[in-house]
């Protein structure tokens, strides 16, 4: 089966470099994989986020920013693919293209950002879309996705499974609180919308829960398209 | 004044070339052009929609289907690029980072498409970004932005002015009847929008209009970010 | 054995793309493909047409004109590749050295055009001479090499077999009626005749005649070095 | 006036590298250069021939041969690129677009073969038609263009003009006994007469010939389009 | 004057970015610079160090180490340019021959490192001789380059100037408590000896030395060839 | 096992290119190669040598005339790679990034130089680095390494083994006569010394040594990490 797993860049490089956590997403890829077309999608986590405070601080702009943080999660997806050692791909890509060509070659596609304006997320749901993935799997620091916002409401509840439009709607209702790339995550939810591909949002703090997505047992939320 | 002037695709790749149109838009920015960052955007037209008809007969999926309508674009991209002459960069940037680079020479820089998953509206709002234009100019087959979709309800009244809250707001109730790529322009929206840049929605059938709007004058609507 | 297949644009590529002959093209090629190294050349067609005759008429260069024509054989080129999935390598070569590499992985390299002032059927030879082909397949819009130009002079007879030097002094004559690109034909010949590669001509309307040609019956006009 | 000058490769690069020659040309060159689009392409001389001749003996196909020869011809053309110090663009095209890129920065371009197939001659007239050259300099190690081959017949006498059409006959005539790029040379004669390109054939051994032609003065062989 | 700046990576990168010290920097070298052959060289400070701690922690290769440096190392610089605004050349080269090219357009060159095996005072050096600079200025934490290491040592004294071959000899000293990259750095003196081109060592905490270096004054340590 | 062969450029480029040492050459490594990864490095011979002698006559930079070298020994390598078929990569590495690409294949990687003030062999340790190669394989002029330069005292004695420290020390005692890369030979020695790469040198006029050397039999010295 064809999946892209998106990890969050905070669950494995926060003011350190996560290396035992590391450690186990490789263990558990390494153990899993069979030569289909994957890619894994890594975010740019504290390092990314130094580097934009210092940009914006010093009164570059958002495009200068992102493509910052872009060329730090491609430091992160470097670091991880030479971990996954003879697995992986042994290049980062830098557009879509590139991805349709490495990920034809058996290895596992690791990559960071693509472009200003987009989110990881974005960037992973294209991918998911550009090797006609199965299973788009994002790995967060929460168990998926809730009726609220979890970090701010104890009663909300997780979800078992929740539309892409349903989701639409509840996004646009926290609109005014909304992260820095609400926008470029409503291109994702667009991308997986119009190509049908469902998401599984889960916690990444444990491996296990990757294994289990990817053999296909229930696990977080599953977001039908 | 560094500025983006985005050309619907339609406008001057129909059935055939519009080859007078083309001639009449060359001649108007090689007169007003003095060395600034200026990028033109032009979208694919006619030849694009076939491709993309095609490939969806064939079964190909979105995200190719997005591939081929962005070559189609640089092919038009090219052909502009040739008629502005000394004027234009010799070649079409197929990333943000390659547009910085060519948008330094003191020549107008002319692109088609950049990824799959975005309009060209979205790529012009991009592209306004990263050379730092203080505006965007939006060349159309209509007037301007109106109170209701002009081609459906004749009593819909041209705009003179618009925020970009209260557009994204009018977009969301048109959302049943969205073309294809709706999903994109709320991207490019938000882009204008979290970089400050306005945005000019003209008639692009009468190049003269583009003249006013570069020069200052007002035409078509505002879009305020 | 190692092949290249050159079919003429207008075949799949006409006022509007040729859905089902293309279906039928893809179908063949992956019937009868086992690895071994493949090229297939696309030409133009109609939209390239369009595109130089716009830009001629607008003034622009020869060069200009062969570089919008090799775009779109490109374009062209991408569409098919696709279609043909995982039995092609999913980029399009822009170089000889390009097209070495990719030849080597096992699938079908589509390509297009490569620089101004040659025919795809120069680019056909070249493909052939650089992997090494055994065999140039052409497929046209006529049944193989004639007598005479079957298209003005209805008792011209189909030939089975011509040799190179006949052919080049039969092209010699035609020379006054010459299209745009007898002059890369030369070439194409040229470089078949310095690597001794033999070529079939066939009616590439029906797609059963490449089976054919691919399997060594005996169709068309065979062209000996 | 933008000009391409071809300096075959022998004339500078024989056993030795020709220093003296090299540094005259260099000076001619820095002496009259006044940021127009100017592009020197050199050939491989003896060094490109040693390697095309051992690839040959072990058994190497055509294309690698050229290929071959084509990286020598860069290498030369570096070697004369830095000798132009800052009047010559610091790096070699490898296509005719790149070509189109170099050429606009008012310096001189400098370069070597682009693909198999093709003599330095049909690159030189490539170039030319790619720049919009008013004028090709062709520098060889003979007067210009004589009533038979000079080097056999010593009463061949030199032609002040000839044009494309009556070369083309005599290089017919001439075909048995043709070099192995009279192919390419036949490609190169055919892009001049469609872009309408004057060329003028001279003795390179001389480089106060290239001030002449370049400052306009009558000297060795007009090829008129 | 042509003159390489080389940064180190600590300076400028600790914790969080040094945002006064990089303003002052870009304050310093906005001010001087007219349009000369100017290259800064940054290394990675403290985010390219724990990336090669958690790699190598990792149990990654010495060689994917350095690449993971050089990565933040590119980051940086591309932080450093944009700050630098239109007096920068709007890329980070990644390669020598990269630079030549970028070095010729009238702006300043920003850059991290090139390649494993080499510290980016050993990339200054190859920068230094690659543009023919006058002068490369090293920009470290302490004063210069002292009689003994003034970190171990208080009484080690200033040294106003030292020759290369006497400051290799001091190296080779000191190689037991080699840093990593003793090895390079000697590359790097080798290159400066044998271009003849001589260093000044200086605090690079107080960038009006750097002022003072740039306009000739006396400061630091003069390195001379 | 995977290996990196370094060849001497003079062993089979002189001032012809050695065809029948070549074939045997390749024999060898077509004969042995079982899919690992391999890398040859080609050095530049005499052709090489002819072009730096050329360019320091001119009074062209030592970054120059490494680039040129650097140039040649890429034809070189090219002119190996297609000797050996599809045992090798088709394309030649310009970079360690790319190395490792290509290295991925299954197809033995000719390379040649990476980059001014690097000898082949740095290029050859930093390549066994790269690859994670278990042994480098160097092979010369003369039998391996001496107690004294063999070619000046005929009572140089070769040695079976020696440390890289002990290597290091004796190339200091010879420094005052250092052949133009000495400097570059000691980053090699680094390079191995600290990844723990151990190398053996041999008599490459013999190409059943490098057979030996393949198979793990005593020949030439063996320099312990």
Redesign the interface.
């Known amino acids: 089966m064809n999946i892209v797993l998106k990890i969050g860049g905070h669950l494995l490089f926060g003011e ?2 996560e ?1 035992s956590l ?2 186990e997403y490789v263990g558990v890829l390494r153990e899993l994989y069979r030569g289909e077309k994957w890619v894994v999608v890594v975010g740019g986590g504290v ?1 990314a986020r ?2 934009v ?3 914006r ?2 009164g ?5 920013c992102d ?2 943080a872009i ?2 999660t ?2 992160n997806a ?2 991880f693919s ?2 996954l050692g ?1 697995k992986a ?3 980062i890509p ?4 590139q991805l ?2 490495f990920a ?1 070659r058996g ?1 596992i596609v690791v990559m960071g950002g ?4 987009q989110s990881t997320m ?1 960037v992973a ?2 991918a998911a ?2 090797i ?1 993935a199965e299973r788009l799997i994002v790995a967060t620091d929460v168990d998926g996705i809730y009726t609220d916002d979890p970090k701010r409401n104890p009663r909300a509840k997780l979800l078992k499974e929740i539309t892409i439009p349903e989701l639409l709607r509840k996004l ?1 209702q926290y609109s005014h609180s909304a992260g820095e790339y609400k ?2 995550d ?2 994702g939810l ?2 997986l919308s ?2 049908q591909i469902p998401a599984i949002y889960l916690n990444g703090k444990n491996p296990e829960n990757i294994r289990k997505a990817v053999q296909g047992q229930l696990i977080g939320t599953l977001l039908k398209p």
């Open positions: 350190r470099v290396q590391l450690k390092p130094k580097y405070e210092a940009a601080g010093l570059l702009d958002e495009s200068v493509t910052l060329h730090v491609r430091v470097l670091l030479h971990l003879d791909y042994p290049a830098q557009s879509l293209e349709r060509e034809e290895r693509l472009q200003p304006g974005a749901a294209l879309e550009a006609g646009s926008l470029a409503i291109l667009k991308i119009r190509s």
